[in-house]
């Protein structure tokens, strides 16, 4: 694993979006694995910002979210469907027929997880996943005990992962408790993972990152398995390291 520091949020936002730009430049047809969340929202700003002023174009470029809650229709404001749409896919030239995440809505959530992984092996598989990481070690939404040989599948949102997403709520009531996720080992598949890790709520996370041994117990440990990891963490959050 790599690790670049960088001093705030916002550069973090900016080294990451050259690292994005860059792999769309290069070639005609990247595949790219997206996340949600507070972390990446500065990211899908400044490829935006790009986009306006240079022209960098997404017409070929395919994505794959991470995950969905179950329950929440692509309509519903706090979908991760709405979240894309309003946070990047809205602003550039992605072809939406070229976004996918997958339904919490499916009648039978077994089929639409094993649909959605064939979906991205079809597709040649994720040139690059961009990463966040919750307070528990959480990567997508593959809390700690996940299995590391796990595939799309639905699981039970922990509490602390259901708080730390109420803000996007008018309550925690609201919060769903399921959500589908591609699996670890979904993630490990993608040739080149960039994971981004801002703010104090993230320095314990970043320590035990750096710090332990790998563990189911801390799923984003498995990353330092992979062959192509870049960290871009700002100075609060690698603070205790
Ligand atoms: C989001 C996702 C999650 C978040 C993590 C951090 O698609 O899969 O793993 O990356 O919960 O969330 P933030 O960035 O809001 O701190």
Request: hydrophobic content about 40%.
């Given at each position: 694993m790599r690790i670049i520091k960088v001093s705030d949020y916002k550069q973090m936002s900016q080294r990451a979006a050259e690292h994005v730009i860059g792999k769309v430049r290069s070639s005609d047809c990247v595949t790219i694995g997206l996340a949600t969340g507070g972390t990446p929202e500065g990211l899908y700003k400044e490829l935006i910002e790009d986009h306006q002023m240079n022209g960098t174009s997404y017409r070929c470029v395919k994505s794959f979210n991470l995950d969905e809650y179950i329950g929440l229709s692509k309509e519903d404001t706090n979908s991760y469907f709405q979240y894309m749409c309003s946070n990047l896919f809205s602003h550039i030239d992605i072809s939406l027929d070229h976004t996918y995440i997958p339904s919490g809505m499916a009648d039978d959530i077994q089929k639409e997880c094993d649909r959605y992984e064939n979906l991205i092996e079809e597709a040649g598989g994720i040139d690059l996943q961009i990463l966040g990481i919750g307070a528990n070690g959480h990567i997508g939404f593959n809390e700690p005990g996940t299995s590391f040989h796990s595939g799309t599948h639905t699981v039970e949102l922990t509490a602390s992962t259901r708080e730390a997403n109420a803000r996007y709520f008018s309550s925690l009531d609201e919060v769903p408790r399921q959500a589908v996720t591609m699996g670890i080992s979904t993630i490990m598949k993608s040739r080149e993972i960039l994971l981004l890790v801002s703010g104090k709520s993230k320095q314990e996370a970043m320590k035990k990152l750096v710090e332990n041994e790998v563990s189911e117990q801390f799923?984003?440990?498995?990353?330092?398995?992979?062959p192509n990891v870049t960290i871009i963490a700002d100075s609060e959050a690698l603070e205790l390291i």
């Open positions: 799923p984003a440990s498995i990353l330092k398995n992979h």
